[in-house]
Nanobody, 122 residues
């Protein structure tokens, strides 16, 4: 069992930055692929980024490529999402998730956090 708790969301102006954190509990954290997804109002959940247990990054969503960076610290059981050059269209609830397979598909993720709101004002 893996439990995930996100933090770091908030309100930021366009062009600004935020860093999201996802703290995981459970002894299997280091063996999991960790991903970030987001869901904007009225839209489907979409993949943002993911990282393997060894730090390998799965290709980012085109919408965030070059602006967002995912990283993890297995010693702290934490995964991060550094978000730079934020745009109003990045506004969404951001979710951390864990899986044992390399995937960008939400249904292949077994564990989810409660989400953290990111709002980017224009």
């Amino acid at each position: 069992q893996v439990q995930l708790v996100e933090s770091g969301g908030g309100l930021v102006q366009a062009g600004g930055s935020l860093r999201l954190s996802c703290a995981a509990s459970g002894r299997t954290f280091s063996s999991n692929v960790m991903g970030w997804f987001r869901q904007a109002p009225g839209k489907e959940r979409e993949f943002v980024a993911a990282i393997t247990w060894s730090g390998g990054r799965i290709p980012y969503a085109d919408s965030v490529k070059g602006r967002f960076t995912i990283s993890r610290d297995n010693a702290k059981n934490t995964v991060y999402l550094q978000m730079n050059s934020l745009k109003p269209e990045d506004t969404a609830v951001y979710y951390c998730a864990a899986t044992r397979v390399v995937s960008t598909r939400g249904y292949e993720y077994d564990y989810w956090g409660q989400g953290t709101q990111v709002t980017v004002s224009s």
